[in-house]
């Protein structure tokens, strides 16, 4: 099989990567699930500069998980519901645990920063250019995925051999 190259776009990245998730999860025909971690590796490997565009991103206009907490603790009103109280609580307990060196901090991005998001969205829309290897549907009858998944991995797949039978038939 040789590869073929398809382009498509960063914000596509996500929806690509939960259907080949969902497929890498069932049993596949071998050659089926060759080709696909063969392609999936191709798309992250050329993906890697937009990624890390993308994070870097974040990291310059995100806040700490920290910091985010922080802030939110001390906006929050002098008397509190029984369910302000309770989340307050959470809020208190996460901040310890961060503290503590429990979990990594994740990152939040004020949802007012429109040039953040300018920029993200610029990054999103940018075309990748991949090498994949197409797949059989064939080898992947056995697969359940959702017509929406389909949608975002159709790029990879082929159906040369059921075209070829179809004609056998109408001869």
Not at 31 to 54: F, G, M, P, Q, T
Not at 145 to 167: D, Y
């Amino acid at each position: 099989m040789v590869g073929e190259t398809v382009k498509f776009k960063m914000g596509d990245l996500n929806q690509i990567f939960n259907a080949i998730g969902k497929l890498a999860k069932q049993p596949l025909q071998m050659k089926a699930a060759y080709w696909l971690k063969r392609n999936y590796e191709s798309i992250v490997a050329s993906c890697k500069e937009l990624d890390k565009a993308r994070n870097d991103l974040i990291l310059e206009y995100g806040i700490p998980e920290d910091k985010h907490i922080e802030q939110l603790l001390s906006e929050l009103p002098d008397t509190l519901t029984e369910e302000e109280t309770a989340q307050q609580d959470l809020m208190k307990k996460r901040l310890e645990e961060l503290k503590a060196g429990n979990y990594q901090s994740q990152f939040f991005i004020p949802e007012d920063n429109q040039e953040f998001k300018k920029k993200l969205n610029d990054i999103l829309e940018t075309e990748v250019e991949v090498t994949v290897n197409k797949i059989e549907i064939e080898d992947m009858m056995n697969a359940k995925i959702t017509m929406g998944e389909l949608h975002f991995i159709a790029f990879m797949l082929t159906e040369k051999s059921l075209i070829q039978v179809s004609r056998t038939h109408l001869q």
